[in-house]
């Protein structure tokens, strides 16, 4: 059985010191095999089966509800596993109790003790450890300083921003060098701005450490911004499994295509599939859709084609070429400030955003709310989705 990242789920082990065996620990440092959680009747996770390398930053991305915390906390030991395997670097964890597995786990809450010091709560887990005392003062200063919250260790947490309470729980996190570090929703609590700066602060902090990390969030921009591969999950399933790269533009189904960033899809029917183009039928436009690749489907096969709207361009003269254009009037924009967002209503009623920058529409002076406008894309702007 293979998982949906390609890896062989569960692999056999390779003779010590074969580097072919290291390389197969790293890239399967975590191991989720067929893993299902119920709860009660319900099935929360279905079957998944993910790994993930040794250092990689990894992002669960999905809405409430779609089974990525649930995932998490059977990582983290915090609910038990249904049916299937969780290894990490080969061991597997379904015997261990939380207290004894090679994992810390951040909450979205930070959950710091408000009645001690920064100090104290960086160094409340090694304490419980009961490591020694210089060693453990040492291991404080060092985790403070690399989140550069060395001089607010005498603070209590409410004297600290929401930004540098964060800090301090991703110190008491790493503090105890645990082999997978576990992110739950850790930016929820910061403003927009805060939240912006601190995710790439956050990536370099752990990118120093070299720990493996699995987060969870559902927010799409802070999953592309972070994560080194994400794992897009609806209904307990995996959907895709790619760099942010690949799964924004190259969705393998229609709900990829949505949840990942905003897209303009068009239905329609294959009625020419060659090695080199596609063309389909589509009752929403005047014309017909043409991609520059083949799909090897059968004639007549219903596809639905995903055009993002960065790669639509407005024109007010109809473009030449007999495919992937529309006309239709302006409803609605947004400006942005580098760009606008058009809404055009085509006329067969199909509604089309575009992603218009502030230059290309000096060049066409500025279509307003009324005006009537083309939208057109090229052969390699569309993806053919048949999910």
């Known amino acids: 059985m293979s998982d949906q990242s390609g890896a062989p789920a569960g692999a056999g082990t390779l003779p010590p010191g074969n580097p072919a065996a290291a390389d197969q620990a790293a890239e399967n440092f975590v191991q989720i095999v067929d893993v299902v959680k119920k709860f009660g009747e319900t099935v929360a996770v279905k079957g998944v089966n993910l790994s993930v390398k040794k250092g990689e930053l990894f992002a669960l991305l999905g809405s409430s509800g779609c089974g990525k915390s649930t995932l998490l906390r059977m990582l983290a030991g915090l609910e038990t596993v249904t049916s299937g395997k969780i290894l990490i670097d080969g061991d597997d964890l379904a015997q261990l109790p939380p207290y004894r597995r090679p994992t810390n786990m951040m909450f979205q ?12 709560n960086v160094a409340f887990g090694l304490k419980q450890e009961k490591v020694p005392k210089a060693e453990l003062r040492e291991r404080v200063h060092a985790a403070l300083e690399l989140v550069q919250m060395g001089r607010f260790a005498q603070r209590k947490p409410h004297q600290l921003s929401g930004g540098q ?9 790493l503090v105890k060098r645990p082999k ?12 927009k701005q805060i939240r912006q700066r601190t995710q790439i602060e956050l990536v370099n902090i752990l990118d120093q450490v ?3 990390c699995i987060m969870v969030t559902h927010d799409q921009e802070e999953a592309m ?11 307990g399933e995996i959907v895709q499994i790619g760099t942010p790269n690949e799964v924004y533009e190259y969705p393998n189904s229609r709900f990829s295509a949505e949840f990942i960033g905003s897209t303009n899809l068009f239905d329609g029917n294959v009625v020419e599939d060659e090695p080199d183009h596609v063309y389909i039928d589509t009752p929403e436009l005047p014309v017909r859709l043409y991609v520059s690749h083949g799909i090897t489907g059968p004639l007549g096969m219903p596809v639905t084609i995903s055009v993002r709207p960065e790669r639509i361009a407005l024109t007010r003269k109809p473009p030449e070429g007999a495919f992937n254009w529309g006309k239709g009037v302006v409803t609605n924009i947004a400006y942005m400030g580098g760009y606008s967002l058009y809404h055009v209503k085509l006329d067969s009623g199909k509604m089309v955003v575009a ?21 057109r894309w090229s052969a390699s702007a569309g993806v053919v989705l048949t999910s």
Not at 165 to 173: D, G, I, P, Y
Not at 180 to 191: K, Q
């Open 225 to 235: 911004t972070m994560a080194g591969r994400l794992a897009v999950m609806s209904e």
């Open 210 to 212: 070299g720990v493996t």
């Open 355 to 375: 992603n218009v920058s502030s230059l290309a529409l000096l060049e066409i002076e500025t279509p307003t709310w009324g005006d009537e406008v083309y939208v």
């Open 180 to 191: 997978l570090l576990l992110l739950d929703e850790p930016m929820s609590a910061l403003d």
């Open 109 to 120: 809450s930070y959950a710091l003790f408000p009645h001690m010091t920064v100090e104290s």
């Open 165 to 173: 309470q964060q800090r301090v729980a991703l110190a008491r996190s």
